[in-house]
């Protein structure tokens, strides 16, 4: 099976497909800003890591059934970074036919990385720990500097109403939402007005039900099973 998966990662990894501005009909002056706008999105999917990423999770799809990476901005930067599977959790019954409508993210992360993000919570962050589940029962235990950190996200259920703001202006009203906690206190709680999860997943094989696509692994058990 590790020679199959390996076999499997490694197809498509020499191709980099890349977005294209072409012009029709367009100037020269259109033309050559077209081939610049080329070059600079070129140029950021590598700074970014994008192809090294996509190799990652291109790696993780036939072994775990899906792979995932997660585009965001950090300051005036794009990244990109390759996400476990088993950090993603949905609820199966809620997508069984397909897209789920709340995701979560759990993971251990260094507390001094949460300190630089959130000065105004530092006390409670220090005390916070990693999750743990013993059968039934979910407990929190201290374990140095690395603290379990969830993110969720729930889809909006429809378009955005607009209501009047405190100053007079227009902002779109949603029940879309994003949370960043760890135990004992909520870091984040914002409007999600996004109708997707800020997530690229790539199924080994698109499942007929459900969300978690079938990896080459899952597919071979009955076989190695008679082996």
């Known amino acids: 099976i590790a020679s199959l998966c390996d076999t499997a990662a490694e197809l498509g990894a020499e191709n980099r497909p890349r977005p294209m501005f072409l012009t029709n009909g367009g100037?020269?002056?259109?033309r050559r800003r077209g081939e610049k706008l080329t070059r600079l999105v070129e140029a950021l999917y590598m700074r970014m890591g994008l192809y090294n990423t996509m190799s990652l999770i291109r790696g993780d799809a036939p072994i775990f059934g899906s792979g995932f990476a997660r585009i965001y901005r950090q300051g005036n930067e794009i990244q990109c970074e390759r996400v476990f599977p088993d950090e993603i959790r949905v609820d199966d019954s809620e997508c069984k036919y397909g897209q789920p409508r709340n995701l979560y993210r759990v993971r251990e992360v260094a507390k001094s990385v949460l300190f630089s993000l959130f000065r105004k919570h530092e006390a409670a962050i220090k005390t916070s720990g990693v999750l743990t589940r013993i059968g039934e029962v979910l407990t929190s235990k201290t374990a140095g500097n690395l603290c379990t950190a969830v993110e969720s996200w729930h889809l909006p259920s429809g378009s955005p109403l607009e209501e009047e703001s405190e100053d007079g202006g227009r902002v779109a009203k949603t029940d879309g939402r994003y949370v960043l906690a760890v135990d004992g206190v909520t870091l984040m709680d914002e409007p999600y007005r996004y109708d997707y999860f800020p997530f690229l997943k790539?199924?080994?094989?698109?499942?007929?039900i459900g969300w978690w696509g079938r990896g080459i692994a899952e597919r071979q058990t009955a076989k190695q099973l008679e082996i």
């Open 27 to 30: 100037s020269w002056g259109l």
């Open 202 to 208: 790539l199924d080994w094989t698109t499942p007929k």
